[in-house]
């Protein structure tokens, strides 16, 4: 499947409906080559109708980045009346700083201070899908040139359709092909206050494969210090293990595979999108969309719909049951990510209006 595209020539004019809330109104319209809301990689879902999926419309995950702690984006005391979060006209997720005589003074995807007259407010919400890498980074890629980023996306915006049929609420961090910090995911999820957090992620480089596995080598990352992360991180791997092994692939596999904890040289979470978040959170990185075999399936529809299903069971069973999980790993992993995903150098923004 292509990627989903971020441009368009100078001359075309793109515009979007958004869903908020039970809501449809314009999403307003974009020109030029920044990124711009799609609705590419539905084809296979039944229907939106009824859904309130708030901005619905690695090389593996991205590490943990060096950009400093905002103070401003975790001082909900000073926004008085201003909502935490809101959807741009142009449907991308931002954090708000505080009210403008225009409209809202908001924090943009590449952690730029910037002025919108109209948002539509958002949250709190039971769950936040962060969909991995995007715009210029865009992660892992596949022999047909399918790119992370893509993939990742088009399974939140699946998974974030199929929780609001269980009755979930659900908010995504990217709503399109643009980057966004790891700062400002993290600040968008613990303004939003959900249950839970996955980051959807695709896995590379392939290990090599010794022997043919019926079983995907699905990896969890999990919180250090959180009970509720290493649960939330079983019934992830244990839904999305089972409903991708029905697929005919020769699935790449680390020795050490299942649901674990990646850690530097501080013993701290490996990764910021990990590490940051509030709520229980965990990275999933699905499949080795590097591998020829994975690939292929991973372009199809059926794939990414039952990733996508597997996800949001995994997450109800997270938030109604007691249920455990499975796939645990004992001994941590022990990674130091370069910061050279995740930050705002050389980032651009989408257009906000």
Same mark, same amino acid.
């Not at 303004?191 to 990896?219: C, F, K, V, Y």
């Not at 299942?258 to 979470?269: A, E, M, P, T």
């Not at 796939?327 to 910061?339: D, K, Q």
């Given at each position: 499947?292509? $990627?989903?595209?971020?441009?368009? %020539?100078?001359?075309?004019?793109? *515009?979007?409906?958004?869903?908020?809330?039970?809501?449809?109104?314009?999403?307003?319209? $974009?020109?030029?080559?920044?990124?711009?809301?799609?609705?590419? !990689?539905?084809?296979?879902?039944?229907?939106?109708?009824?859904?309130?999926? @708030?901005?619905?419309?690695?090389?593996?995950?991205?590490?943990?980045?060096?950009? &400093?702690?905002?103070?401003?984006?975790?001082?909900?005391?000073?926004?008085?009346?201003?909502?935490?979060?809101?959807?741009?006209?142009?449907?991308?997720?931002?954090?708000?700083?505080?009210?403008?005589? @225009?409209?809202?003074?908001?924090?943009?995807?590449? !952690? +730029?201070?910037?002025?919108?007259?109209?948002?539509?407010?958002?949250?709190?919400?039971?769950?936040?899908?962060?969909?991995?890498?995007?715009?210029?980074?865009?992660?892992?890629?596949?022999?047909?040139?399918?790119?992370?980023?893509?993939?990742?996306?088009?399974?939140?915006?699946? &998974? $974030?359709?199929?929780?609001?049929?269980?009755?979930?609420? /659900?908010?995504?961090?990217?709503?399109?092909?643009?980057?966004?910090?790891?700062?400002?995911?993290?600040?968008?999820?613990?303004?939003?206050?959900?249950?839970?957090?996955?980051?959807?992620?695709?896995?590379?480089?392939?290990?090599?494969?010794?022997?043919?596995? %019926?079983?995907?080598?699905?990896?969890?990352?999990?919180?250090?210090?959180?009970?509720?992360?290493?649960?939330?991180?079983?019934?992830?791997?244990?839904?999305?293990?089972? &409903?991708?092994?029905?697929?005919?692939?020769?699935? &790449?596999?680390?020795?050490? @595979?299942?649901?674990?904890?990646?850690?530097?040289?501080?013993?701290?979470?490996?990764?910021?999108?990990?590490?940051?978040?509030?709520?229980?959170?965990?990275?999933?990185?699905?499949?080795?969309?590097?591998?020829?075999?994975?690939?292929?399936?991973?372009?199809?529809?059926?794939?990414?719909?039952?990733? @996508?299903?597997?996800?949001? +069971?995994?997450?109800?069973?997270?938030? %109604?049951?007691?249920?455990? !999980? $499975?796939?645990?790993?004992?001994?941590?992993?022990?990674? +130091?990510?370069?910061?050279?995903?995740?930050? %705002?150098?050389? *980032? /651009?923004?989408?257009?906000?209006?």
């Amino acid at each position: 499947m292509a $990627a989903t595209s971020a441009s368009g %020539s100078l001359e075309r004019v793109i *515009c979007r409906v958004l869903l908020v809330a039970g809501v449809v109104f314009l999403a307003g319209c $974009a020109v030029g080559e920044r990124p711009t809301l799609t609705g590419e !990689g539905l084809d296979d879902v039944e229907s939106l109708d009824g859904g309130a999926v @708030a901005a619905t419309v690695g090389a593996g995950a991205e590490p943990a980045t060096t950009v &400093a702690d905002d103070p401003a984006l975790d001082d909900l005391a000073a926004l008085g009346d201003a909502p935490a979060v809101v959807v741009t006209s142009t449907g991308v997720v931002v954090p708000v700083l505080g009210r403008s005589e @225009a409209g809202y003074a908001v924090r943009t995807p590449c !952690g +730029n201070d910037a002025e919108i007259v109209w948002g539509q407010p958002i949250g709190p919400v039971d769950v936040v899908l962060d969909p991995g890498h995007g715009g210029d980074e865009q992660g892992a890629l596949g022999p047909s040139g399918q790119t992370e980023a893509e993939v990742n996306l088009d399974i939140a915006r699946r &998974a $974030a359709v199929a929780l609001e049929q269980r009755g979930f609420s /659900v908010a995504l961090t990217r709503t399109a092909d643009y980057r966004i910090t790891i700062p400002n995911r993290a600040a968008i999820a613990n303004r939003l206050a959900p249950g839970a957090l996955i980051s959807i992620h695709h896995n590379s480089p392939s290990p090599d494969i010794s022997e043919e596995r %019926s079983t995907p080598g699905t990896e969890v990352y999990t919180q250090v210090a959180s009970e509720d992360s290493t649960r939330l991180g079983g019934l992830v791997y244990e839904d999305v293990v089972a &409903a991708l092994s029905v697929f005919d692939a020769e699935w &790449a596999s680390r020795t050490d @595979a299942g649901v674990l904890r990646v850690v530097n040289d501080s013993g701290q979470d490996a990764y910021g999108i990990v590490r940051r978040p509030e709520a229980p959170a965990v990275l999933v990185e699905l499949a080795y969309l590097s591998n020829p075999t994975e690939a292929v399936v991973i372009g199809t529809g059926e794939y990414r719909q039952a990733a @996508a299903e597997a996800i949001a +069971n995994a997450l109800a069973r997270f938030l %109604s049951t007691a249920d455990v !999980g $499975a796939g645990f790993v004992a001994e941590p992993r022990l990674f +130091n990510p370069s910061a050279d995903t995740g930050g %705002s150098d050389g *980032c /651009v923004d989408p257009l906000l209006s």
